[in-house]
C-alpha cells in the first residue's frame, strides 16, 4: 500500500534553516494526477497547508510562508522535501507530508488521501 | 481566502451515539469540502472528499453533507476509535487548501 515517512531534525534553533524529507512507498511518484504536500499542526491549533509539488516539479506555496519556503522533488528516489528558512519559535509544530489526489466526476475534486505520522520540529534556543 | 469555521471546538459523547460537526465557509464553496480524522501519533485519514463521498475504506456511520457555506459530518453508533480531532478542509479555492481549527471528540 502507499506509504509516507517523514524524516528530518526535530531541534532547530531560530533563524536556521528546517529541512525534512518525505519518503514515499507503493506508488510512483511521477503521475500527473498527483501532487505531494507539506502540512503542519501547531500544537492547540488547526492543521495549515504548506505547498505542493508535482512531479515534474511544479510548486505552490501558502502565501503566508511562500518567500521562505521551497519544496523539491526527486522521483528517482521516491521522494520530495521541504525546506523553512529563517525558522522562529512560531514554526515548531507537527510536520506532515501527505499526497493530494486528484478525482473526477462532475468537477475535479482534491484531497489529502495518504498522510505520513508526521514529524514534531520544535525550535528553540 | 476562505475562512473555515468549526463548532462545536470539542464535544463530549460516549460509545454508541450519533454526533454531529459543522463547517462553515465565509464563502460559497459549493461542495468541494473535505473531511479528516487526526489521532495523535497517527497518521491523518481522509474520511469524506467533496462534501459527502466516503473515501475507500472508511466506514459508513460516517457521512457528510452540505452545500455553499454550511456542511456537516455524522458520525452515528460511534465507535471507540472514533474519539479523535476532526478537520473539514476546503479545496474550492485550489490550490491554496484552508483546514478548519478543528473539532475535538472526547469520550
Known amino acids: 500500500q502507499v506509504q509516507l515517512q517523514e524524516s528530518g531534525p526535530g531541534l532547530l534553533k531560530p533563524s536556521q534553516t528546517l529541512s525534512l524529507t518525505c519518503i514515499v512507498s507503493g506508488v510512483s511518484m511521477s503521475s500527473d494526477s498527483y501532487y505531494w504536500s507539506w502540512i503542519r499542526h501547531h500544537p492547540g491549533k488547526g492543521l495549515e497547508w504548506i505547498g505542493y509539488?508535482?512531479?515534474?516539479?511544479?510548486?505552490f506555496y501558502n502565501p503566508s510562508l511562500e518567500s521562505r519556503v521551497i519544496i523539491s522533488v526527486d522521483t528517482s528516489k521516491s521522494q520530495f522535501s521541504l525546506k523553512l528558512s529563517s525558522v522562529t519559535a512560531a514554526d515548531s509544530a507537527v510536520y506532515y507530508c501527505a499526497r493530494v489526489i486528484e478525482v473526477y466526476t462532475d468537477y475535479y475534486y482534491y484531497a489529502m488521501d495518504v498522510w505520513g505520522q508526521g514529524t514534531t520540529v520544535t525550535v528553540s534556543s | 481566502d476562505i475562512q473555515m469555521t468549526q463548532s462545536p471546538s470539542s464535544l463530549s459523547a460516549s460509545v454508541g451515539d450519533t454526533v454531529t460537526i459543522t463547517c462553515r465557509a465565509s464563502q460559497s464553496i459549493s461542495n468541494f469540502l473535505n473531511w479528516y480524522q487526526v489521532n495523535p501519533g497517527k497518521a491523518p485519514k481522509l474520511l469524506i472528499y467533496a462534501t459527502s463521498i466516503l473515501h475507500s475504506g472508511v466506514p459508513s456511520r460516517f457521512s457528510g453533507s452540505g452545500s455553499g457555506t454550511e456542511f456537516v459530518l455524522t458520525i452515528t453508533n460511534l465507535q471507540p476509535e472514533d474519539f479523535a480531532t476532526y478537520y473539514c478542509q476546503e479545496s474550492y479555492d485550489t490550490p491554496l487548501y484552508t483546514f478548519g481549527q478543528g473539532t475535538k471528540l472526547e469520550i
Open positions: 509539488i508535482n512531479y515534474s516539479g511544479s510548486t
